[in-house]
């Protein structure tokens, strides 16, 4: 119950930021936001109440380098049943000059 409350408060703030981003941003932060960069990679650590995972990520062609480093995720659900070492695959989205994931599960090994 208060989980489902929390969830449809943060899609309830992502319609807001997207009716937003609609009106106010320029062609140049839509193109940002709207590409979608495939990430693979192994988890660190996961933090729920932050709403954050560490990512030992391999290469993302186009955007960086592998490495260790620390993401914010568009929901904590996505975070559910994930524990450090799991090989994870998902989707990444630059937002506002800072990278959020929006999609994230285990790779079947
Ligand atoms: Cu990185």
């Not at 940002?32 to 990520?57: A, F, N, R």
């Amino acid at each position: 119950m208060p989980l489902n409350k929390l969830r449809s408060r943060s899609a309830a703030a992502l319609v807001a930021l997207a009716l937003w981003a609609g009106c106010q941003g320029t062609p140049d932060d839509l193109s940002e936001s709207d590409l979608p960069y495939d990430i693979k990679g192994k988890v660190v650590s996961v933090e729920p109440g932050d709403k954050t995972v560490t990512l030992d990520h391999e290469d993302i062609p186009g955007l960086m380098k592998g490495m260790v480093m620390e993401f914010s995720v568009q929901d904590a659900a996505l975070l559910e049943g994930l524990q450090p070492g799991d090989a994870v695959e998902g989707k990444l989205k630059r937002k506002a000059g800072e990278f959020i994931i929006i999609e994230l599960h285990k790779r079947s090994a």
